[in-house]
């Protein structure tokens, strides 16, 4: 069922079907090449020290993932009300040393709300994309994109940019008006991805071992379904079946990474239903998610990679004891699960307060001091209430950027090609 | 038979009577739609049909059910997506008019009928751009049903992100139990305190995802203005637009004041901060 065998078949048979209509399954990066050297496009390149790994995709296509000197494309929902999915990233980041920018000058992809409501349309949101990619390019870092939703919709709007004329004519337009270039990055990169290929030093850096731990793998739709060809596999995992992502991670830790029947299902967002008809959403992620997660499995945690789906998954199950569903399987995303596993701090880092169903159980499986660190946490909050300053991953941005998306002494990356980090980089 | 026998007697054909004045309710319940309805659906199924998008991601059923049987919506709703494309392919305004009330709205987007369909049809682009068309002629189910999203959109239209943790209040979501919504009842302080203990300056606000400096979001709204996503939502809502209108107008000012503050840290920048203008 959806088994990269099975996808292959179907986009085969598609191209079977498709022959009078021209609408193939093709490698937009090839024609990117093409509109480039047109004049029609900038194309944000990967340069060395981006620091790429190699990785492949579900025809064997070869797409690089930069790890270094990066800029942060966050979630609105995950930072809205899960924000130790972007802080366990950041302190990863630093952990490795890695180089980055967030920053303030970032718009959302705008895609839940399209998803949602429909108040949009392509060439918006291959406006908003474009935007996004241009501030990124500017700064001489190159995105990552933290939401699913935004990977799968850049990845549309960018083959859409390539394939439109028209539609690239008028977001050209658009941006002009703001002083602003169509620059399409050379890949579009899933933060999933960066943790996949940074596993060898995350497993470095691991303190408390998972062994025992049984995990569920919840597969973001918009990871893999929206542009089945651009997401990643490895012969390794599942032999090439399945997403290599999160489960590459779980399975470099040492934990156990279990099947259940229901692994292709969605999780029940909706993206309307999670704000306005929730009793969808409840009802799908217990009975078609959690349930066979708890009962086939037997998961002692969920991971998944996607805002949605952590959001769901999780903040369903507390109303699930009213239906005799009473599971509370702690969900985390595989990037709070790592950053777990190299000792981050479970309050003040990976946040996992802002969960609905509680990590203790997990966290002491795990080897984890929970109740110190609740204790501290606690101490820390009553401070921060009487003015202590926030500790912080990176450098606090000044009153201009309020206002103003500063260049910080950045230069366009093709006239300075190894400039250093600017001000709003990361420390610790 | 003898069912059949005791069921009331119901003419094949309509009366002239009948004809002129159509029942309310068709034998499923559903309002029948009025000539105005129906007028503007055929307007929609034109719009629709002429869409360059309708070619590209209409393009053909086998009937095979593959999209249904994989679609988490059709498990809780009235709702196929097979019968989606195939109302798209019909050209029926009274099947289209049908759908447009509430089934177009049950799809959650997740694309699992595109990633199961052999003849490559994008169903959720297809249910997509039947939404679109819905929200920009105004039709008045489609009002309703995003009658919940002003708070939403009035975030998304100013700074660009969906939601806010001030949006998360436990009022509003009680199905979320306690301890999911920053609440003050689990750690003993307020919402704007357990926002501060996140690691990170940008995201340590409560009306937004995270702060949006005002540049960026007025280059957003200016996206918004030329592209008819303003003009859209005029249809859906023409009172929160003009609000919308009015915090922009406000911003572009405030905009306009900080350029002459920061005059001299600006002096010598190059780019978009140099040249936009609001």
Redesign the interface.
Known sequence: M?SANE?RK?VQ??NQ??KG?G?KVVDVREEMERLEAAGEIVIHRIRPENRPVEVSTLFGWKKRIPTDRLWHH????????I?GY??SL??LMNETGRTYL???????C?A?????????????LA??AA?NFH?AY?TGHFPLIHCGTSY?DYKEMRKLLVENATVRA?VR??LG????ELVLPEEIVHYSEWVHVMAPEILARQKHTVEGIVATVHEP??YY??V?EDAVYDEAIYAGQRPAVPSGILMALGAKVADYSTW???C??????I??E?E?S???ANL?KIRPMVEEAHADVAITSDTGCVTTL???Q??GKAHGLPYMLPVLSDVQFAALAMGAHP???A?V????A?AEALMTKMGIDWKAAKAE??E???A??NGQA?????P??GE????????KGQVLPDEAPAAPAGAGGRSR | MTIVAHLPQRALTLTEEESAAPPAMELTGRRRASPEERALSETIFREFHADP?YH?FV??CLNCGECTT?C??A???DFSPREMLQIAETGDATTLWDALQEKI?AC?????C???????NDIAGII?VM??L??SHGVASTRK??A??GR??TL?MT???????D??QPDF?R???P????SDR????GAD????????????TTRS?????????L??F???E????LD??RG?DPDLTEMLIDIIEERRE??EE??ER?RT??EG????????RG
């Open positions: 959806l996808i179907v048979e598609r079907h498709q209509t609408k966050k979630s609105c929902g995950q930072c809205g009300n924000p972007p802080s950041l302190w967030n920053e303030p000058h970032q718009t959302s705008t839940w709300n399209y998803h949602g409501t429909a108040t949009s349309n392509p060439v918006a406006a908003v935007r501030r500017e799968g008028k337009d658009v008006k703001m002083g602003r739709c918009h379904k929206m089945p292709y299902d969605c029940g967002f909706g993206f309307r239903h704000l306005s929730r969808f409840r009802s799908f078609r999780d903040k369903s507390w109303i309050y003040k880092i946040q307060h802002w969960h609905a509680s946490f606690r820390y909050l009553q921060l209430k926030p500790e912080l991953l990176h606090a941005h201009i950027e309020t206002y103003f998306a500063i260049n | 998008r590209e393009l053909g994989g988490p919506a498990r809780f709703y709205w959650c987007q997740c694309y699992t595109n990633m199961r369909c052999r003849f490559g997509s939404r679109e819905s929200v049903t995003l919940p999203f939403s959109l998304l700074v660009g992100t969906q939601v806010s943790s949006m998360i979501f199905d979320w139990g301890f999911a919504t920053g689990a750690w003993g302080v305190i357990m926002r501060r203990a996140i690691p990170s300056d940008v995201l340590q995802s995270w702060e949006v400096s005002v540049q960026t979001s280059e957003l200016r996206i918004y030329e592209t008819g996503v859209m939502l859906l405030e905009f900080a350029r920061f840290e600006l920048m190059r780019g978009p901060v140099a040249t936009f």
